[in-house]
Structures are given as C-alpha cells and as structure tokens.
C-alpha cells in the first residue's frame, strides 16, 4: 500500500420515516468506512501498535458516488427484516425448557418436603446412604460449579494480562494435567483410564510441537481482539452475564438431577410402596434433564457469541473505533435484542443439532466405560471408535455454526441460508485455510478442557477423601465425574465464546471485505496477506 489512502465513500440509504433502522443507526449514515494511512510502506506484524489509528477524514457530500462505493449497511448488514426466523425451534426451545422447568419444581420440592437423605459437607457413614445419590452431592456439585466459575473467569483475566504467552501456557498446562492424571491412574490401578490417558498426554505433545510455527499469527489475532474488548466494557459485560447464567442453569440443572434419583431410585425410603421408582424411570429422567442442560447451556453460549458479533466486534470491523465517532449507539444492546427475540429460533436451531451429537458421543463414551469396567476390550474399543467419529462430526457441525452465528447477528438471516452463504464464503474466499491454521479457538478449548479436568479431579478427590456411604463401592464415581466434567467445560466455554466471537467476527468480515481489515489493523493484516494471499483477492461475493 506505502503510504497510499485507502478511501471509501458511499451513499446514505434512505429511509422511510417508520424505519426502526434508521432511529437506531441513522446518526451514523453518510459515513463509509474510515480509512487507515499506514506509514513505512506496508503493514508488518507487531505488538505494540493500537489496534486502530484515528484519523481525519475530509469530508464529503452525501450523495457523491464512487466506483469503490461501500457501506456498513450492504446487503442489509445491521438492518434485518422484522420477522422471526426458524419458528418451528424456538417454540420447540421454549417448550423443552418449560418441561424441564416443570419436572424440575415436581422432584425438587418433593425432595425438600422430604428433608432429602440427609448428608452433607463431611465423611464417614454421615454423608448420607447406600442407596443413592443425596444432598452430600448436591454440595459438592455446587462447590464444583463454585471452583468453575472461578477458573473460568480467572482464565479470561490470564489472557487478557498475557496475551501473547497464553498459548504456551495454556497448551502446556494441557500436557502437564494429562500426564499428571495419567500417572495417577497408573498408580492407583484404573488401568483402562490410565491408557486412554496415556494417549491423550502423547497426542497433547504431539498437538504442541505441530501447532508451535502457528502460534504467532493466532497470537497476534488474539491480540487485536483482546485490544477490542479494552476499549468495550460490554464485551465483559456479556460475557460474566453469560457465564453467570451458565452457572445459575447448572445450580438448577444439579439440584434437579440429585432430586430426580432420590425421588425415583428403587429402595429410596421415598418411594414406599408405589411402583413409580425404577432404573429405567430414573435414567430416562436424567437422560432429559441432560439433554435439556445441554441445549440450554449452547443457546445460552450461542446468543452471547451473536451479541458481540453483531454488537462490538462487528460495529468495530465496519464502521471503525469508537473514538472515530462512526459507531452506532448501544451496539451490543440492539444486537442482544436481535439475537434473542427474532434470530433465537435459527440460534435454538443450531444449538440444537450440536446437542444431539454432544448427548450421542456422551452415550458411547459411558458405553465403553461400562465396557471396560466389565472387561469387554472389544466393545470398549468399537464404542471408543464410534465416540471419536461422532465427535469429529461434532466438531465439524460446531466449526460451521460458529461461522452461521456471525451471519445471524450480523445479516438477521435463518439458520440454513447463514450456514450455506457461510459455507459458500470459506469456499470462495479460501478462509477455511486461515480458520484451520488459527489456534485461538483450539487454545480456548484447551482451557475449557483443562477447567473441566480441573473441576472433574476436584469432585474425585472429594469422593475419595470424605467417602459418603452412596459411594461405599464406588458406583457414583463416574456420574459425578462426569457431572463435574460437564460443569467446568460449560462454564469455561461460555466465558470464552466472547474471545471466540471477535476472531469469528473478523474472520467473516475478511471473507466479505478484507480490505477494511487492512485499514483496522494493518499488523494482522500483513502477516495474513504473506501467508494466505488468496484471502485478500477480490474475489466477488454471491
């Protein structure tokens, strides 16, 4: 570029005089997007620069046309058509919620008016019964959802305080964790986790060495973002209130699945002499409440994710810093009003796809535990293979939504046509190179491993040392594990998905327009240029 102005001019859309869009982002049009003088002959990376310069642009008349014409609001980018996308979902949403809501108050005020199993915070034979799980393991899952709370926020304060070693550490303290948990389980003879461990830690390593040359752009695009949400309180704002709702619905989800197996579990002195408690009542139960916690826990992610896409981050990408007076009012309020009344239903829609494969790979792993508990290597094994084929499906669903997410927030689109114009981008613009080679998502989810391991490890020892009578055998050790498991990686994720949301959003925004990235931070978008200059082409978008 040298020291060439980039300028760009466009003509301010008219409006009717009922056009809510124009009440809410009027006072912004009749400005395109603002360029960036870039001085020493071309970006090149670093870390020391802001993340945007301001600077002066002359002004020019309102209804002058250019060639170059571009404006924040094409093809109604930030204007989305007052209708209510994927109905069919957000009514199904609303009506899964409402049940659980419903068996939720049966059980638990059931429980309560029982005075529970007794227990409570200690050990010995006065935590409680043989018969099943009771108020001793609702304490221990609350301070379980105490301890994720904690690591997740603590993780988010790391990053922004180290942004360039959080990769390293993070990647490391994965290796640490499953070598220190494999070796664990060597020692105290759980043989069959203590391989899958074992091949965990060597494919973490493996993971570190082949990812180490990837680390200074993910770093540097972990750095724009993280300098973004400096100058966005709201961006943090969301995401603790994310993160504080994720922990209200596991409270909820918790006191509700140690009711559901008081209430119904065969032998429990409740259950009398009625024939309404039985295994298959209790797994059938838990089995709900758990496909339930999960969708509600995605939606809940997702809506943050779309709230800062279509709110800061994306009012950052195309219409500049805030201090260049070209950003809308209130972005991230009017973009958490759209995403959770009329793109809620294509946000449900998405969610809801991932939760099937999430519960699936949930199944065959606690199919190839009991496999391996009764000492069928062959089923263990088919049932380990099928959760990993799931869980690359998974992974692959999760990859496009994120993406699908960004359209919704930032376009108003339905879930199909966003994953399709999403996928017909990566295909056009060659990003899905840039994607797959960025390590901040995999980073983040490093994290939410490591808190999940971390929570999971915590209510493991707890059993261990404080001994409650349900557990005199053991037979409780893997579904409070798991729960905690569950617990730490949902409050780690949804704390991350407001990282994850800037590096998405910029990513869709240099698919459509990467020049103006070039204008935003020209230091990523140098390194960027060197090393995919396909992205940068101009390719025409459909």
């Known amino acids: 570029m040298g020291a060439e102005v980039l300028r760009f001019k466009w003509v301010a859309p008219r409006h009717g005089p009922r056009d809510w869009s124009r009440d809410q982002w009027g006072a912004q049009q009749g400005h395109g997007y603002q360029p960036f003088i870039h001085n020493g002959g071309g970006p090149t990376p670093g870390y020391s ?21 571009k404006s924040p609001f094409d093809d109604g980018r930030f204007q989305p058509k007052k209708r209510v996308n994927d109905i069919f979902f957000l009514v199904f949403f609303i009506l899964q919620l409402l049940g659980f809501a419903a068996l939720s108050g049966i059980v638990i005020s059931q429980w309560v008016k029982d005075g529970g199993l007794g227990g409570g915070l200690g050990s010995g034979d006065q935590t409680g019964t043989s018969v099943t799980l009771n108020r001793h393991t609702v304490y221990l899952l609350l301070l379980i959802t105490a301890a994720g709370l904690f690591l997740a926020a603590t993780y988010l304060m790391l990053a922004r305080a180290f942004t360039q070693a959080i990769m390293h550490i993070t990647l490391i303290l994965a290796i640490i964790l499953n070598f220190g948990i494999c070796v664990y389980y060597w020692i105290t003879g759980y043989y069959s986790g203590a391989i899958i461990f074992t091949i965990i830690a060597l494919f973490s390593v493996f993971v570190y060495f082949s990812f180490k040359s990837r680390i200074p752009l993910a770093s540097l695009l972990l750095q724009v973002v993280m300098d973004i949400s400096k100058h966005h309180i709201s961006v943090y704002f969301v995401a603790f209130s994310a993160l504080l709702l994720q922990a209200a619905l596991s409270v909820w989800f918790t006191f509700t699945a140690i009711a559901v197996y008081a209430k119904f579990t065969p032998g429990n002195p409740t259950c009398g002499t009625t024939s ?106 088919l049932a380990c293979c099928a959760g990993l084929f799931v869980g690359c499906i998974e992974n692959l669903v999760e990859y496009f939504n994120r993406y699908a997410y960004i359209q919704i927030a930032l376009y108003g689109k339905p879930y199909i046509r966003a994953a399709k114009d999403t996928f017909r981008m990566f295909k056009d613009r060659g990003i899905d190179a840039l994607v797959n080679d960025s390590l901040v998502g995999t980073t983040l989810m490093f994290g939410a491993y490591v808190t999940g391991l971390l929570c999971s490890l915590f209510g493991y020892l707890y059993l261990r040392i404080t001994n409650p009578g349900y557990n ?71």
């Not at 620069?49 to 014409?69: D, I, K, L, M």
């Not at 059938?284 to 779309?306: D, E, K, M, P, R």
């Not at 020209?522 to 101009?538: D, E, H, N, S």
Request: glycine fraction near 10%; aromatic fraction near 10%; charged fraction near 10%.
């Open 49 to 69: 620069r802001p993340y945007a310069q301001s600077v002066s642009q002359p002004p020019h008349p309102p209804n002058e046309f250019h060639g170059n014409t």
């Open 276 to 381: 309404s408690c039985s295994s298959g009542k209790v797994a059938g139960l838990i089995f709900y409440a758990v496909f339930s916690y999960l969708w509600t826990s995605q939606v809940i992610a997702n809506v943050a994710l779309a709230t800062l896409a279509g709110g800061p981050y994306g009012c950052w990408y195309y219409f500049g810093p805030r201090d260049q007076g070209q950003m809308p009012k209130h972005p991230t309020l009017s973009a958490f009003a759209r995403a959770s009344t009329l793109s809620l239903g294509s946000i449900a829609f998405g969610s809801l796809i991932v939760t099937i494969l999430e519960l699936l790979r949930l199944i065959l792993d606690a199919a190839r535990n009991n496999a391996s508990a009764e000492g069928s290597p062959v089923e263990a094994c």
């Open 472 to 542: 005199a055998n053991g037979q409780y050790t893997a579904p409070v594990v798991l729960f905690a498991f569950l617990i730490g990686l949902q409050c780690s994720l949804t704390l991350s998905s407001a990282i994850e949301a800037g590096v998405s959003t910029i990513f869709v925004g240099l698919g459509e327009d990467p020049q103006v990235l070039a204008m935003r931070a020209p230091a990523l978008f140098g390194m960027i240029t060197q090393r995919y200059p396909r992205v940068v082409q101009g390719v025409p978008r459909v």
